[in-house]
Protein backbone atom coordinates (compact mmCIF):
# COMPACT_ATOMS: atom_id res chain seq x y z
CA UNK A 1 0.00 0.00 0.00
CA UNK A 2 0.89 3.52 -0.35
CA UNK A 3 2.08 5.61 2.36
CA UNK A 4 1.45 8.78 0.81
CA UNK A 5 -2.33 10.26 0.22
CA UNK A 6 -3.89 13.29 0.23
CA UNK A 7 -6.91 13.50 3.11
CA UNK A 8 -8.78 16.74 2.70
CA UNK A 9 -6.45 18.17 0.20
CA UNK A 10 -3.01 17.92 2.08
CA UNK A 11 -0.95 15.46 1.25
CA UNK A 12 0.72 12.88 3.87
CA UNK A 13 3.33 10.87 4.56
CA UNK A 14 1.76 8.11 6.84
CA UNK A 15 0.11 10.52 9.65
CA UNK A 16 1.96 13.28 9.07
CA UNK A 17 1.22 16.25 7.00
CA UNK A 18 4.34 16.79 3.98
CA UNK A 19 4.05 20.24 4.66
CA UNK A 20 4.60 20.34 8.48
CA UNK A 21 7.92 18.11 7.31
CA UNK A 22 8.80 21.35 5.42
CA UNK A 23 8.14 23.76 7.65
CA UNK A 24 10.53 21.94 9.82
CA UNK A 25 13.36 21.17 8.36
CA UNK A 26 12.54 23.65 4.77
CA UNK A 27 13.21 22.40 1.47
CA UNK A 28 14.64 20.65 -0.60
CA UNK A 29 14.05 17.64 1.50
CA UNK A 30 14.16 14.11 0.86
CA UNK A 31 11.54 12.80 3.26
CA UNK A 32 11.26 8.47 3.64
CA UNK A 33 8.03 6.56 5.18
CA UNK A 34 9.14 3.89 7.25
CA UNK A 35 6.13 1.53 6.94
CA UNK A 36 6.90 1.52 3.39
CA UNK A 37 10.70 0.79 3.58
CA UNK A 38 9.71 -1.94 5.97
CA UNK A 39 6.58 -3.11 3.63
CA UNK A 40 8.77 -3.52 0.55
CA UNK A 41 11.13 -5.33 2.60
CA UNK A 42 9.00 -7.51 3.92
CA UNK A 43 7.52 -8.54 0.21
CA UNK A 44 10.95 -10.14 -0.41
CA UNK A 45 11.20 -11.53 2.99
CA UNK A 46 7.98 -12.78 3.28
CA UNK A 47 7.82 -14.72 -0.14
CA UNK A 48 11.34 -16.55 0.74
CA UNK A 49 10.14 -17.46 3.97
CA UNK A 50 6.63 -18.64 2.02
CA UNK A 51 8.98 -20.75 0.09
CA UNK A 52 10.60 -22.65 2.87
CA UNK A 53 13.96 -20.63 2.69
CA UNK A 54 15.02 -18.14 5.23
CA UNK A 55 17.56 -15.81 6.39
CA UNK A 56 19.58 -18.67 7.56
CA UNK A 57 18.92 -21.04 5.73
CA UNK A 58 18.52 -20.85 1.36
CA UNK A 59 18.01 -17.44 1.33
CA UNK A 60 19.19 -14.08 1.55
CA UNK A 61 18.31 -10.41 0.69
CA UNK A 62 21.01 -8.13 0.19
CA UNK A 63 20.08 -4.70 0.08
CA UNK A 64 21.90 -2.71 -2.69
CA UNK A 65 23.31 -0.32 -0.80
CA UNK A 66 23.96 2.50 -3.70
CA UNK A 67 19.98 3.01 -4.72
CA UNK A 68 20.19 4.75 -1.06
CA UNK A 69 22.87 4.79 1.56
CA UNK A 70 21.39 6.55 4.27
CA UNK A 71 22.78 5.03 8.02
CA UNK A 72 18.92 5.19 9.15
CA UNK A 73 17.71 3.48 6.39
CA UNK A 74 20.65 0.64 6.16
CA UNK A 75 20.03 0.20 10.03
CA UNK A 76 16.48 -0.35 9.80
CA UNK A 77 16.81 -2.69 7.01
CA UNK A 78 20.14 -4.63 8.46
CA UNK A 79 17.53 -4.81 11.53
CA UNK A 80 15.06 -6.96 9.63
CA UNK A 81 17.70 -8.92 8.58
CA UNK A 82 18.62 -7.63 5.30
CA UNK A 83 22.53 -8.73 4.21
CA UNK A 84 23.76 -5.71 1.86
CA UNK A 85 25.00 -5.40 -1.66
CA UNK A 86 27.81 -2.91 -1.61
CA UNK A 87 30.04 -1.38 -5.00
CA UNK A 88 32.80 0.04 -2.65
CA UNK A 89 34.80 0.44 0.69
CA UNK A 90 33.06 3.20 1.57
CA UNK A 91 29.40 1.32 0.91
CA UNK A 92 31.07 -1.33 3.71
CA UNK A 93 32.01 1.28 6.40
CA UNK A 94 28.79 2.76 5.89
CA UNK A 95 26.98 -0.74 6.45
CA UNK A 96 29.11 -1.38 9.70
CA UNK A 97 28.36 2.27 11.07
CA UNK A 98 24.69 1.67 10.83
CA UNK A 99 25.12 -1.90 12.64
CA UNK A 100 25.02 -3.61 9.04
CA UNK A 101 26.56 -7.45 9.77
CA UNK A 102 29.46 -7.65 7.16
CA UNK A 103 29.30 -11.11 7.57
CA UNK A 104 26.36 -11.05 4.80
CA UNK A 105 28.12 -8.36 2.35
CA UNK A 106 28.10 -9.07 -1.14
CA UNK A 107 30.80 -6.91 -2.95
CA UNK A 108 29.72 -6.05 -6.48
CA UNK A 109 31.51 -3.87 -9.05
CA UNK A 110 34.13 -3.90 -12.34
CA UNK A 111 36.70 -1.68 -10.47
CA UNK A 112 37.25 -2.73 -6.81
CA UNK A 113 40.84 -1.39 -5.35
CA UNK A 114 43.74 -3.40 -3.73
CA UNK A 115 42.26 -1.49 -0.79
CA UNK A 116 39.10 -1.98 -1.21
CA UNK A 117 39.76 -5.57 -1.51
CA UNK A 118 41.92 -5.55 1.79
CA UNK A 119 39.34 -3.65 4.23
CA UNK A 120 36.37 -6.48 2.44
CA UNK A 121 38.79 -9.29 3.39
CA UNK A 122 39.39 -7.89 6.89
CA UNK A 123 35.87 -7.83 7.69
CA UNK A 124 35.33 -11.08 6.69
CA UNK A 125 32.20 -10.54 3.97
CA UNK A 126 30.03 -13.04 2.75
CA UNK A 127 31.16 -12.59 -0.84
CA UNK A 128 33.12 -11.36 -3.59
CA UNK A 129 31.05 -11.00 -7.12
CA UNK A 130 33.95 -10.74 -9.35
CA UNK A 131 33.73 -9.57 -12.83
CA UNK A 132 36.99 -10.39 -14.94
CA UNK A 133 40.24 -12.90 -14.79
CA UNK A 134 42.73 -10.01 -13.56
CA UNK A 135 40.39 -9.22 -10.52
CA UNK A 136 40.65 -12.89 -9.51
CA UNK A 137 43.91 -12.79 -9.46
CA UNK A 138 44.29 -9.41 -7.82
CA UNK A 139 41.93 -10.56 -4.67
CA UNK A 140 44.20 -14.34 -5.16
CA UNK A 141 47.15 -12.35 -3.92
CA UNK A 142 45.81 -10.08 -1.63
CA UNK A 143 43.97 -13.21 0.07
CA UNK A 144 47.23 -14.72 0.07
CA UNK A 145 49.14 -11.57 1.51
CA UNK A 146 46.45 -11.46 4.62
CA UNK A 147 46.51 -15.51 5.19
CA UNK A 148 43.18 -15.47 3.91
CA UNK A 149 40.89 -17.62 1.51
CA UNK A 150 38.20 -14.99 -0.82
CA UNK A 151 34.68 -16.55 -0.93
CA UNK A 152 34.09 -15.45 -4.64
CA UNK A 153 31.08 -15.50 -7.05
CA UNK A 154 31.36 -14.99 -10.73
CA UNK A 155 29.19 -12.24 -12.36
CA UNK A 156 28.35 -13.52 -15.42
CA UNK A 157 26.43 -11.96 -18.10
CA UNK A 158 23.38 -14.08 -19.57
CA UNK A 159 22.98 -11.92 -22.34
CA UNK A 160 19.60 -11.25 -22.19
CA UNK A 161 17.96 -8.36 -22.97
CA UNK A 162 16.35 -6.60 -20.07
CA UNK A 163 14.22 -4.14 -22.29
CA UNK A 164 14.96 -1.46 -20.06
CA UNK A 165 16.81 2.02 -19.99
CA UNK A 166 20.19 1.16 -21.98
CA UNK A 167 21.80 3.30 -18.70
CA UNK A 168 20.48 0.79 -16.58
CA UNK A 169 20.54 -2.50 -18.64
CA UNK A 170 23.41 -4.52 -17.38
CA UNK A 171 23.03 -7.84 -19.28
CA UNK A 172 23.80 -7.70 -23.10
CA UNK A 173 27.28 -8.55 -24.30
CA UNK A 174 28.53 -5.33 -25.22
CA UNK A 175 28.35 -3.36 -21.70
CA UNK A 176 31.25 -3.44 -19.42
CA UNK A 177 29.33 -5.96 -16.73
CA UNK A 178 30.44 -9.08 -15.58
CA UNK A 179 31.56 -12.18 -17.75
CA UNK A 180 31.21 -13.41 -21.01
CA UNK A 181 28.68 -16.40 -20.76
CA UNK A 182 30.86 -18.47 -23.23
CA UNK A 183 33.99 -17.61 -21.11
CA UNK A 184 32.23 -18.08 -17.42
CA UNK A 185 33.13 -21.92 -17.37
CA UNK A 186 36.77 -21.36 -18.09
CA UNK A 187 36.73 -18.21 -15.40
CA UNK A 188 35.50 -20.39 -13.14
CA UNK A 189 38.55 -23.08 -13.45
CA UNK A 190 40.78 -20.81 -13.44
CA UNK A 191 39.32 -19.09 -10.25
CA UNK A 192 39.15 -22.49 -8.54
CA UNK A 193 43.31 -23.15 -9.02
CA UNK A 194 43.82 -20.31 -7.05
CA UNK A 195 44.82 -21.22 -3.56
CA UNK A 196 43.90 -17.94 -2.13
CA UNK A 197 40.35 -17.82 -3.43
CA UNK A 198 37.01 -20.01 -2.54
CA UNK A 199 34.60 -20.14 -5.23
CA UNK A 200 31.20 -20.37 -3.82
CA UNK A 201 28.71 -18.70 -5.93
CA UNK A 202 27.77 -17.22 -9.17
CA UNK A 203 26.00 -14.46 -9.93
CA UNK A 204 24.23 -11.91 -12.56
CA UNK A 205 22.51 -9.03 -12.50
CA UNK A 206 21.11 -7.84 -15.66
CA UNK A 207 19.66 -4.53 -15.40
CA UNK A 208 17.23 -1.94 -13.62
CA UNK A 209 13.67 -0.97 -13.30
CA UNK A 210 12.43 -4.41 -15.06
CA UNK A 211 8.86 -4.51 -15.14
CA UNK A 212 8.16 -7.93 -16.13
CA UNK A 213 10.08 -11.25 -14.51
CA UNK A 214 10.62 -13.11 -17.94
CA UNK A 215 14.10 -11.78 -18.36
CA UNK A 216 15.17 -12.28 -14.95
CA UNK A 217 13.36 -16.20 -15.71
CA UNK A 218 15.56 -16.25 -18.63
CA UNK A 219 18.98 -15.44 -17.04
CA UNK A 220 18.07 -17.72 -14.16
CA UNK A 221 17.61 -20.81 -17.13
CA UNK A 222 21.10 -19.86 -18.69
CA UNK A 223 22.60 -19.38 -14.70
CA UNK A 224 21.50 -23.20 -14.01
CA UNK A 225 22.87 -24.14 -17.09
CA UNK A 226 26.37 -22.70 -15.90
CA UNK A 227 25.68 -24.08 -12.04
CA UNK A 228 25.22 -27.82 -14.02
CA UNK A 229 28.18 -27.68 -15.99
CA UNK A 230 30.20 -26.67 -13.26
CA UNK A 231 28.72 -29.17 -10.77
CA UNK A 232 29.97 -31.93 -13.47
CA UNK A 233 33.51 -30.33 -13.76
CA UNK A 234 33.59 -30.45 -9.35
CA UNK A 235 33.31 -27.46 -9.11
CA UNK A 236 30.05 -27.11 -6.58
CA UNK A 237 28.18 -23.74 -5.97
CA UNK A 238 26.80 -22.96 -2.74
CA UNK A 239 24.70 -19.96 -3.87
CA UNK A 240 22.91 -18.35 -6.92
CA UNK A 241 22.47 -14.71 -6.86
CA UNK A 242 19.61 -13.83 -9.34
CA UNK A 243 20.56 -10.00 -8.53
CA UNK A 244 18.38 -7.21 -8.12
CA UNK A 245 16.10 -5.12 -10.99
CA UNK A 246 12.38 -4.82 -9.87
CA UNK A 247 10.85 -1.75 -11.39
CA UNK A 248 8.51 0.65 -9.37
CA UNK A 249 5.29 2.69 -10.44
CA UNK A 250 6.99 5.71 -11.67
CA UNK A 251 3.40 6.82 -13.39
CA UNK A 252 1.49 4.24 -14.59
CA UNK A 253 3.90 0.93 -14.79
CA UNK A 254 2.88 -2.20 -13.62
CA UNK A 255 5.71 -4.19 -12.39
CA UNK A 256 5.23 -7.96 -11.52
CA UNK A 257 4.84 -8.20 -7.79
CA UNK A 258 7.62 -9.54 -5.55
CA UNK A 259 5.91 -12.01 -4.69
CA UNK A 260 4.92 -13.37 -7.85
CA UNK A 261 8.54 -13.15 -9.51
CA UNK A 262 9.76 -14.76 -6.34
CA UNK A 263 6.73 -17.66 -6.44
CA UNK A 264 8.39 -18.59 -10.15
CA UNK A 265 11.62 -18.39 -9.00
CA UNK A 266 11.64 -20.23 -6.63
CA UNK A 267 9.47 -23.40 -8.29
CA UNK A 268 11.86 -23.01 -10.97
CA UNK A 269 14.47 -23.68 -8.82
CA UNK A 270 13.20 -26.39 -6.65
CA UNK A 271 12.48 -28.50 -9.85
CA UNK A 272 15.41 -27.98 -10.88
CA UNK A 273 17.12 -29.27 -7.58
CA UNK A 274 14.71 -31.64 -7.03
CA UNK A 275 15.56 -33.21 -10.41
CA UNK A 276 19.22 -33.02 -10.62
CA UNK A 277 20.51 -33.02 -7.14
CA UNK A 278 17.79 -35.33 -5.28
CA UNK A 279 16.60 -32.23 -3.74
CA UNK A 280 19.81 -30.77 -2.24
CA UNK A 281 19.13 -27.26 -2.37
CA UNK A 282 21.15 -24.32 -3.04
CA UNK A 283 20.94 -20.89 -1.34
CA UNK A 284 19.30 -17.45 -3.17
CA UNK A 285 20.22 -14.32 -2.85
CA UNK A 286 18.73 -11.06 -3.72
CA UNK A 287 20.17 -7.61 -4.50
CA UNK A 288 17.09 -5.39 -4.83
CA UNK A 289 17.49 -1.68 -4.68
CA UNK A 290 14.85 0.65 -6.06
CA UNK A 291 11.92 -2.14 -5.29
CA UNK A 292 12.54 -1.69 -1.31
CA UNK A 293 13.00 2.30 -1.20
CA UNK A 294 12.01 3.56 -4.63
CA UNK A 295 9.13 4.43 -3.58
CA UNK A 296 9.17 4.56 0.08
CA UNK A 297 10.22 8.54 -0.61
CA UNK A 298 9.88 11.65 -2.10
CA UNK A 299 11.59 14.95 -2.24
CA UNK A 300 10.01 17.88 -0.92
CA UNK A 301 10.74 21.25 -2.82
CA UNK A 302 9.21 24.69 -2.64
CA UNK A 303 7.72 26.85 -5.89
CA UNK A 304 10.75 29.79 -6.08
CA UNK A 305 8.91 31.32 -9.12
CA UNK A 306 6.72 30.97 -11.58
CA UNK A 307 7.72 32.04 -15.06
CA UNK A 308 4.93 32.09 -17.94
CA UNK A 309 6.68 31.76 -21.47
CA UNK A 310 5.30 32.53 -25.25
CA UNK A 311 5.60 28.73 -25.39
CA UNK A 312 6.15 27.47 -22.35
CA UNK A 313 5.53 27.83 -18.45
CA UNK A 314 7.85 27.21 -15.55
CA UNK A 315 7.68 26.42 -12.10
CA UNK A 316 11.26 27.28 -10.89
CA UNK A 317 11.70 25.40 -7.74
CA UNK A 318 14.60 24.81 -4.96
CA UNK A 319 15.29 21.52 -5.86
CA UNK A 320 17.63 21.01 -8.76
CA UNK A 321 19.20 18.13 -10.95
CA UNK A 322 21.72 18.30 -8.19
CA UNK A 323 19.45 16.83 -6.10
CA UNK A 324 17.44 14.36 -7.85
CA UNK A 325 19.69 13.40 -11.41
CA UNK A 326 17.27 11.12 -13.06
CA UNK A 327 15.72 13.08 -14.82
CA UNK A 328 18.41 14.60 -16.29
CA UNK A 329 20.67 11.32 -16.69
CA UNK A 330 17.66 8.60 -17.93
CA UNK A 331 14.94 11.52 -19.14
CA UNK A 332 13.26 9.57 -16.17
CA UNK A 333 9.76 10.54 -15.31
CA UNK A 334 8.75 11.88 -11.49
CA UNK A 335 5.08 12.58 -10.35
CA UNK A 336 4.41 15.75 -9.23
CA UNK A 337 2.34 16.78 -6.17
CA UNK A 338 1.12 19.89 -4.73
CA UNK A 339 1.36 19.10 -1.06
CA UNK A 340 -2.00 21.29 -0.68
CA UNK A 341 -4.18 21.15 -3.45
CA UNK A 342 -5.39 24.28 -4.73
CA UNK A 343 -8.40 24.70 -6.33
CA UNK A 344 -8.77 26.31 -9.72
CA UNK A 345 -7.72 25.71 -13.34
CA UNK A 346 -4.44 23.92 -13.78
CA UNK A 347 -1.67 25.43 -16.18
CA UNK A 348 0.97 23.40 -18.17
CA UNK A 349 4.50 23.72 -16.45
CA UNK A 350 8.18 22.06 -16.79
CA UNK A 351 9.45 21.89 -13.23
CA UNK A 352 13.10 22.84 -13.03
CA UNK A 353 15.78 24.09 -10.82
CA UNK A 354 17.88 26.40 -10.39
CA UNK A 355 21.00 24.98 -11.62
CA UNK A 356 23.02 26.73 -14.61
CA UNK A 357 21.97 23.93 -17.19
CA UNK A 358 19.08 23.06 -19.81
CA UNK A 359 19.16 19.93 -18.31
CA UNK A 360 18.17 20.64 -15.24
CA UNK A 361 14.84 20.05 -15.01
CA UNK A 362 12.63 17.52 -12.81
CA UNK A 363 9.26 16.91 -14.93
CA UNK A 364 7.83 18.31 -18.63
CA UNK A 365 4.63 19.29 -19.52
CA UNK A 366 2.43 18.98 -15.93
CA UNK A 367 -0.64 20.15 -15.48
CA UNK A 368 -0.72 21.89 -12.04
CA UNK A 369 -2.06 24.69 -10.00
CA UNK A 370 0.25 26.93 -8.56
CA UNK A 371 0.88 29.86 -6.72
CA UNK A 372 4.61 31.12 -6.17
CA UNK A 373 5.40 29.50 -2.81
CA UNK A 374 3.95 26.32 -2.97
CA UNK A 375 4.99 23.32 -1.54
CA UNK A 376 5.31 20.26 -3.86
CA UNK A 377 6.78 16.85 -3.82
CA UNK A 378 8.70 15.19 -6.33
CA UNK A 379 7.33 11.45 -5.81
CA UNK A 380 9.01 7.65 -5.95
CA UNK A 381 12.81 9.81 -5.05
CA UNK A 382 13.80 7.15 -2.68
CA UNK A 383 16.06 5.28 -4.69
CA UNK A 384 19.17 6.98 -7.01
CA UNK A 385 18.00 10.02 -5.55
CA UNK A 386 20.29 11.58 -2.38
CA UNK A 387 23.09 8.82 -3.63
CA UNK A 388 23.22 10.45 -7.04
CA UNK A 389 23.37 13.95 -5.38
CA UNK A 390 26.17 16.31 -5.98
CA UNK A 391 27.35 19.79 -4.83
CA UNK A 392 27.02 21.03 -8.34
CA UNK A 393 27.06 24.77 -8.51
CA UNK A 394 27.65 24.76 -4.97
CA UNK A 395 24.33 23.89 -3.39
CA UNK A 396 24.70 21.80 -0.46
CA UNK A 397 22.48 18.26 -0.39
CA UNK A 398 19.43 18.16 0.87
CA UNK A 399 18.39 17.24 4.32
CA UNK A 400 16.84 13.71 4.48
CA UNK A 401 14.41 12.94 7.23
CA UNK A 402 12.32 9.58 8.28
CA UNK A 403 8.84 9.40 9.17
CA UNK A 404 7.48 6.66 11.31
CA UNK A 405 3.53 7.46 11.83
CA UNK A 406 3.52 10.87 13.14
CA UNK A 407 6.94 11.35 13.69
CA UNK A 408 9.34 12.79 11.92
CA UNK A 409 13.47 12.66 12.62
CA UNK A 410 16.38 14.08 10.82
CA UNK A 411 18.57 11.58 10.00
CA UNK A 412 20.41 13.85 7.59
CA UNK A 413 21.30 17.19 7.87
CA UNK A 414 21.37 19.56 5.29
CA UNK A 415 24.60 20.33 4.06
CA UNK A 416 25.97 23.87 4.16
CA UNK A 417 28.13 26.39 1.98
CA UNK A 418 31.20 26.05 4.19
CA UNK A 419 30.95 22.38 4.56
CA UNK A 420 31.21 22.15 0.91
CA UNK A 421 34.72 23.73 0.80
CA UNK A 422 35.94 22.80 4.21
CA UNK A 423 38.35 20.43 2.39
CA UNK A 424 39.65 23.02 0.00
CA UNK A 425 43.14 24.95 0.70
CA UNK A 426 44.15 28.18 -1.17
CA UNK A 427 48.15 28.01 -1.91
CA UNK A 428 50.50 29.87 -0.34
C1 LIG B 1 22.45 -1.36 -8.76
C2 LIG B 1 22.58 -2.82 -8.57
C3 LIG B 1 21.56 -3.55 -7.96
C4 LIG B 1 20.22 -2.95 -7.57
O1 LIG B 1 19.39 -2.77 -8.66
P1 LIG B 1 17.87 -2.29 -8.48
O2 LIG B 1 17.38 -2.13 -9.86
O3 LIG B 1 17.89 -1.00 -7.72
O4 LIG B 1 17.14 -3.36 -7.75
C5 LIG B 1 21.78 -4.89 -7.72
N1 LIG B 1 22.95 -5.49 -8.08
C6 LIG B 1 23.94 -4.81 -8.66
C7 LIG B 1 25.19 -5.52 -9.01
C8 LIG B 1 23.80 -3.46 -8.94
O5 LIG B 1 24.79 -2.80 -9.54
Known amino acids: ?41 AAYANACKQHGRSDAHGALVCYSVKSNSNLAVLNLL ?33 GKSREEMRLALSHDILCFNVESIPELHRLNAIALEMGKRAP ?24 KFGIAFEEAIATYKVAASLPGLQVVGIDCHIGSQLLDDAPLLEALDKVIELV ?11 HLDIGGGIGITYDDEKPVAVADYLAR ?39 QYLKHGETKNFAVVDAAMNDLMRPAMYEAWHGVQALQKRE ?36 SAGAYGMTMASNYNTRGRAAEVLVDGEQSMLIRKREMPADLFALESIPK
Not at 7 to 28: D, K, S, W, Y
Request: hydrophobic share 40%; net charge negative.
Open 1 to 41: MSHFAYRNRTLHIENLPLAQVAAEFGTPTYVYSRASLEENF
Open 78 to 110: GKLGSGFDIVSGGELLRVIAAGGDPRKVIFSGV
Open 152 to 175: VSLRVNPNVDAKTHPYISTGLKDN
Open 228 to 238: DTLNDAGIVLH
Open 265 to 303: LFARIDDWRAKKYAGNNITVLFEPGRSIVGNAGVLLTEV
Open 344 to 379: GSSQVYDVVGPVCESGDWLARARALTLEQGDLLAIM
